[in-house]
């Protein structure tokens, strides 16, 4: 059974940076696609983006709202999934889930993280 | 981008009513949707791949169908853990999107 663990939220004032890590157990870390996804009470569920796997080139894509101030990274010697976030805004203020991406007749969220919390306030 | 519409917002229901949940797209993503449940404090959890197959461990009470631009959940007989908020999900195209969420309320 796979377990991702989110770590770092916290409170950053706008303009600041943090970053997520999310450590992965119980599944072949090399061979999955990983994503972020993040929920606020006005916006529900976001998708935030998804790294493909280091054989096909560790590919990722962001949604529009993030790109150019988020950056989603892998490690494999850690099985470790990073959220880089740079320049936050106070609309960045949600809980991010990391997730795992299964290939199996369409793309789906299988594994969720526990969530950590990103307040963005002065 | 492809734009979810789900239906209703909100429902109450009693333990053993059937209930359905609707989910449109703005355009064809033919069986690409996902549906997951929430509850409370907790990480979503995955149902319903691919418009119609039972995630394992999902018990069979609930399932999905429909494809192209519409889609439905279904939970035949709902039991007390049942009520919580229902998500839909579409991976055809990126960015891939969320429906607003059904919450199902204790009638």
């Known amino acids: 059974e796979g377990q991702l663990v989110e770590s770092g939220g916290g409170l950053v004032k706008p303009g600041g940076s943090l970053r997520l890590s999310c450590a992965a157990s119980?599944?072949?870390?090399?061979?999955?696609?990983l994503g972020w996804v993040r929920q606020t009470p006005g916006k529900g569920l976001e998708w935030v983006g998804r790294?493909?796997?280091?054989?096909?080139?560790?590919?990722?894509d962001y949604a529009a709202p993030v790109n150019g101030r988020f950056t989603i990274s892998r490690d494999a010697s850690k099985s470790t999934l990073y959220l880089q976030m740079n320049s936050l805004q106070t609309e960045d203020t949600a809980v991010y889930y990391c997730?795992?991406?299964?290939?199996?007749?369409?793309?789906?969220?299988?594994?969720w993280g526990q969530g950590a919390l990103v307040t963005v306030s002065s | 981008d492809i734009q979810m519409t789900q239906s209703p917002s909100s429902l109450s229901a009693s333990v053993g009513d059937r209930v359905t949940i609707t989910c449109r797209t703005s355009h064809s993503i033919i069986s690409n949707l996902n549906w997951y449940q929430q509850k409370s404090g907790k990480a979503p959890k995955l149902l319903i791949y691919a418009a119609s197959n039972l995630q394992g461990g999902v018990p069979s009470r609930f399932s999905g169908s429909g494809s192209g631009t519409d889609f439905t959940l279904t939970i035949s007989s709902l039991q007390p853990e049942d009520f919580a908020t229902y998500w839909c999900h579409q991976t055809y195209s990126i960015p891939w999107t969320f429906g607003q969420g059904t919450k199902v309320e204790v009638k």
């Open positions: 997730t795992t991406v299964w290939r199996s007749g369409s793309y789906h969220f299988d594994y």
């Open positions: 790294i493909k796997t280091e054989s096909e080139g560790a590919t990722i």
């Open positions: 119980g599944f072949i870390f090399t061979n999955a696609w």
